[in-house]
């Protein structure tokens, strides 16, 4: 049994390190505060004040395959003020019925295109799916010394580079996250949430979020 135990240990151990070496390289290319892919025709530029921490580019549950770049503010201590998170994922060719869905969102108008937006205020603590996007972003800012708020605010902004009309439907997308410490707020996670959900508290924060998140990103598409 024991022979046994060890075999299939190993037969695992294996199929982790050969589906690591079958995703490819992150494919955008990243300079000083400005991330490109040329496949997307795509250029993604952060604030001057942020700075680069690191990518990764990985097989989203064995369905999509994602790729990301962290930017980040930060105080002296590595204690993180702001967050820019840049995301291009698409679902894998092997899995042709799954679509992503975000007509729950709200549709704004952002850089010249329909972008989905959803925001709140969220708590650090608890550990993030294991695989998940999530999971490799914290890992690329723990492997730089930064350390998170418990407490944070964020927005998340997506435009889906395949639905020209604006659906909310798409299988191909960038996701944007900008996050702030909370603790400027004088605001605890308690006071702005009620059943985990924001409440009437967080209207007024949100409203400065979005506009602080959108002016910390722009897109452009089809540059020269």
Wanted: overall charge neutral.
């Amino acid at each position: 049994m024991a022979v046994f135990s060890t075999v299939i240990a190993a037969v695992l151990a294996a199929a982790e390190v050969a589906s690591a070496q079958s995703v490819p390289p992150p494919a955008a290319a990243v300079r000083a505060h400005s991330v490109a892919n040329a496949a997307e025709h795509i250029i993604v530029r952060v604030p001057k004040t942020a700075t680069y921490v690191g990518s990764d580019r990985f097989d989203l549950d064995g369905v999509a395959d994602a790729e990301v770049h962290v930017f980040a503010e930060a105080d002296t201590k590595m204690h993180l003020k702001r967050l820019y998170w840049i995301q291009f994922e698409h679902y894998l060719p092997s899995k042709p019925d799954l679509t992503h869905d975000y007509t729950s969102d709200r549709r704004t108008q952002q850089w010249g295109t329909t972008t989905w937006l959803r925001g709140g205020p969220s708590s650090t603590s608890a550990p993030p799916r294991p695989g998940s996007d999530t999971e490799h972003v914290r890992a690329i800012l723990s492997r730089a010394g930064y350390t998170a708020s418990p407490g944070v605010m964020s927005l998340r902004m997506v435009q889906l580079l395949d639905d020209p009309k604006g659906t909310g439907h798409g299988r191909d997308e960038l996701m944007l996250i900008y996050s702030e410490d909370l603790a400027p707020t004088g605001k605890t996670l308690a006071e702005l949430t009620t059943d985990g959900k924001p409440n009437a508290s967080w209207a007024p924060l949100e409203k400065g979020l979005i506009e602080r998140a959108t002016k910390a990103f722009s897109v452009e598409r089809n540059p020269r």
